[in-house]
């Protein structure tokens, strides 16, 4: 799987919608991509997923794949009948807009990549190719600042999380087989895209470990998304905050820094690869 993730700059999907939820598994129907033109369309009138051209490229600066998340709307956090979230988080989902189109890793930053840049390994459990765990909100942001990147928003990480669905989220049924969570991660993390991806080719979304992302309320507010190993079961609109500044608007310290928690940088372009110098 690993290799299928380094290969080239872009991938085609190239199956129809019955035939990518028959894959993947996924309930409710899927939507499709929503070009910047449409945004001031209404939700209903999005049009289902049809086959698409994806955009993959390496990062240079953390070797890591990332995939390139076109503008849109979606419905953001809990729909009633949603299995995937808490109970107390059923406040309705509201319409959102990503104005402006990103790039997303297309899987949590691993141990090897987070050693190569920030020169340590804080992670419990140990592997190359494990999601970094045991990092906190600060040392998160640094790494992406590091990789010529940030962390991505809450509403950036639900829409990719999605990946075209509006309607509940309820993998229930095949969980076991996006996911590495309490059922079957026998108490740890796992290497990356292990799983399937999502239909936007996105490995782990869901379990592993909690995502570090940004929230939109109060100036750099923590917001951990999409489960662990250790949950019952992963949730996709679940939002936990944590404060991560003081009343002047200075940095302190956001834990936990636990085993739980690792992240995904995002950002709107990626660096450029250095020049190679004339010989």
């Not at 070009?35 to 049809?50: I, R, T, W, Y």
């Not at 997303?104 to 930053?109: A, D, N």
């Not at 923590?222 to 949950?231: K, V």
């Amino acid at each position: 799987m690993l290799s299928q993730i380094t290969q080239g700059r872009e991938i085609s999907l190239r199956m129809s919608t019955r035939q990518l939820f028959r894959t993947l598994g996924l309930a409710g129907l899927a939507t499709g991509w929503i070009a910047s033109a449409m945004a001031e369309q209404p939700l209903k009138d999005l049009v289902a997923f049809e086959p698409q051209r994806l955009e993959l490229r390496r990062n240079p600066s953390d070797e890591l794949m990332y995939v390139y998340v076109p503008a849109g709307r979606f419905l953001m956090g809990c729909s009633t009948g949603d299995g995937i979230c808490r109970s107390w988080d059923h406040s309705g989902a509201q319409p959102t807009s990503i104005g402006k189109g990103f790039w997303i890793g297309q899987t949590e930053v691993t141990q090897a990549a987070y050693q190569r840049l920030m020169h340590l390994n804080p992670s419990k459990y140990q592997g190359p190719h494990l999601p970094v765990d045991g990092v906190n909100w600060q040392q998160a942001s640094a790494y992406c600042a590091a990789a010529g990147l940030r962390l991505p928003t809450e509403a950036e990480w639900e829409y990719a999380a999605r990946a075209g669905t509006d309607s509940p989220a309820d993998l229930s049924g095949a969980l076991g087989e996006f996911a590495w969570y309490a059922k079957n991660a026998q108490y740890q993390t796992h290497e990356v895209a292990q799983k399937s991806p999502n239909a936007w080719q996105l490995f782990d979304m869901l379990g592993n470990v909690w995502e570090w992302t940004v929230g939109k309320y109060p100036t750099n507010i923590a917001i951990r998304r999409g489960g662990s190993w250790g949950e019952t079961r992963p949730y996709m609109s679940s939002i936990q905050y944590e404060a991560c500044s003081d009343a002047n608007s200075h940095p302190v310290n956001c834990s936990p820094d636990t085993a739980w928690y690792g992240f995904r940088c995002g950002g709107e372009s990626l660096p450029v690869p250095a020049a190679i110098p004339n010989s």
